[in-house]
Structure formats: structure tokens, C-alpha cells
């Protein structure tokens, strides 16, 4: 269902130029290329939960984006339910539910209202939305503040908002960035609840998180990656027998250390 090969994204930023103090005494700036995201493959089926997991910084929300048709790539190649991003993004894009990290709602709707208004932009039918409408209410527990003004919801039910309004056109495909972070224990459990549900009716989910214990428990498949490069992937079970540990939290550990970036 989403397929990338040789992924890259680089960007420009601004460094210190030590070299120009000593000469001039004086510390000016120079730009130079990073890449965010280092040539990364994967591949996620129908059916499956797929994580993404690293520390802050390490390139998550950047592939995510890629992958969801937002940002384009440096390099590499990106289908999405059998369609090209190259060829074909919109059509692609249709099939997927996307929530970063940062999503803003709009503060003086309620969360049916919202709905109307995502399933206006994919052209749904006033019935096909008011349906669609009560299945989320009852999926994502929404009874009690379906009406109330979003500006007004806890960070919870704000979450669990943001995850609906993804649901209102019924993707084949979800990319998740930080679906739990921040929230309370039973916010959090509401989503991966959700999460699991949708892999039972064959739908994708592709989600990134640093919480390892989380996604031991939730994940089918995983990436691990640190500076932009994928340092292993594969099931929870088999990356802790090639490692020899017994958690997620260590795999990471010890495949940094093996690559000497951590002492």
C-alpha cells in the first residue's frame, strides 16, 4: 500500500563560520546542505501497523511528510495505493488520513461541524457526511463534546478530534505523526484502540512515535532511525534476537553505540 525507495530530503541551513572570527575577528554565518532524511526504503501492507521511531530530531516528521504528499523529495520514490506521487499525487493523497504533529483546528467550530467541512473538500454528499459523522461520534467516543466549540475541548478530546477528522472520508491509509504525545493515559489508549481497529478491517497505519514501549506493544513492523539514516527495521521480535536484548528501548541503544555516535 505504500511503497518508497531511496528517500532523501535535504535542506539548507544557516551554521557559524568559526574559520571567518579567526581571520577577521569577527563571526560571520554560511549556509550548508543537511540531509533531513538519508535514502530510506520501506514498504507497509494492507493490514499492518508500521512505526517509525527515533529521538527528537532524527527525521520522523520529515519522512512522514514526504510520504503524505507534503513535502516532495530531494531523491528517491513514493506510491501510495498503486498510485506515483510523480504521476498522479492528488489521487494519491486521496487515500490517505494525515495528522502531523503540529495540526491546528479551526477554535469557534464544534467537531461536527469540522466534519462537515473536511467532507465538503472531498466532495462528499450531505448524507455520505452525516453517516460518516455518527460512525466517528461512536468510534471515537465523542458523545459528550461532538457539539462543544473545539476552542473549549481538553488536549484529549482535541487529539481524538484531530484523528476524526482524518476518519470522515474513509482512507485506505493512515500516517499518524505523534498521535499520543502529550495526552493522558486514557486519551492515549482511545488511539491506539483506534489503531488497532483499523488494522483489523486491513487498513495501513503508519505512525512515528520515541515511545519504544508503546510501540513494542502496538507495532507490526518498525523503522528505527537516528540522523536521518534507518539504522534497522523489521518485527519488535526479530530486532531484539539480532540485537540480544530484551526491549526496544535497548535495540536503539545498542545500535547507536555500534555506530559510534554514542559513548
Do not use: W
Not at 533531513?36 to 512522514?64: F, M
Not at 523489521?234 to 526491549?247: V, Y
Request: glycine share 8%; with cysteine.
Amino acid at each position: 500500500m505504500i511503497e518508497a525507495r531511496g528517500l532523501s530530503k535535504s535542506f539548507v541551513r544557516v551554521v557559524k563560520d568559526d574559520q571567518s572570527k579567526k581571520k577577521s575577528k569577527r563571526l560571520k554565518t554560511k549556509k550548508e546542505e543537511f540531509l533531513a532524511v538519508n535514502n530510506v526504503d520501506l514498504t507497509v501492507g494492507k493490514g499492518e501497523i508500521y512505526g517509525i521511531l527515533g529521538p527528537n530530531g532524527a527525521g520522523k516528521t520529515t519522512l512522514l511528510r514526504m510520504l503524505g504528499g507534503i513535502l516532495s523529495p530531494t531523491s528517491g520514490s513514493i506510491k501510495v495505493a498503486g498510485y506515483d506521487y510523480a504521476a498522479d499525487r492528488n489521487s494519491a493523497k486521496k487515500k490517505i488520513g494525515y495528522l502531523s504533529g503540529n495540526t491546528k483546528l479551526y477554535g469557534r467550530v464544534s467537531p461536527r461541524e469540522l466534519f462537515s467541512i473536511f467532507g465538503r473538500l472531498y466532495e462528499m454528499s450531505k448524507e455520505d457526511i452525516e453517516e460518516m459523522t455518527e460512525k466517528i461520534i461512536k468510534v471515537m467516543d465523542m458523545g459528550s463534546f461532538i457539539d462543544n466549540r473545539i476552542e473549549n475541548l481538553s488536549t484529549g478530546q482535541t487529539q481524538r478530534t484531530s484523528i476524526a477528522r482524518c476518519l470522515i472520508h474513509s482512507p485506505e491509509i493512515y500516517i499518524f505523526d505523534e498521535p499520543t504525545l502529550g495526552l493522558d493515559v486514557l486519551s492515549s489508549h482511545a488511539i491506539i484502540e483506534f489503531m488497532k481497529g483499523e488494522r483489523e478491517k486491513g487498513k495501513v497505519v503508519l505512525y512515528s512515535t520515541h515511545y519504544m514501549e508503546e510501540a513494542e506493544s502496538l507495532c507490526d513492523k518498525m523503522l528505527m532511525i537516528h540522523q536521518g539514516e534507518v539504522i534497522a527495521e523489521g518485527t519488535p521480535t526479530h530486532l531484539k534476537e539480532q540485537t540480544q536484548t530484551s526491549n526496544l528501548r535497548d535495540v536503539f541503544i545498542k545500535l547507536v553505540k555500534v555506530r559510534g555516535e554514542l559513548s
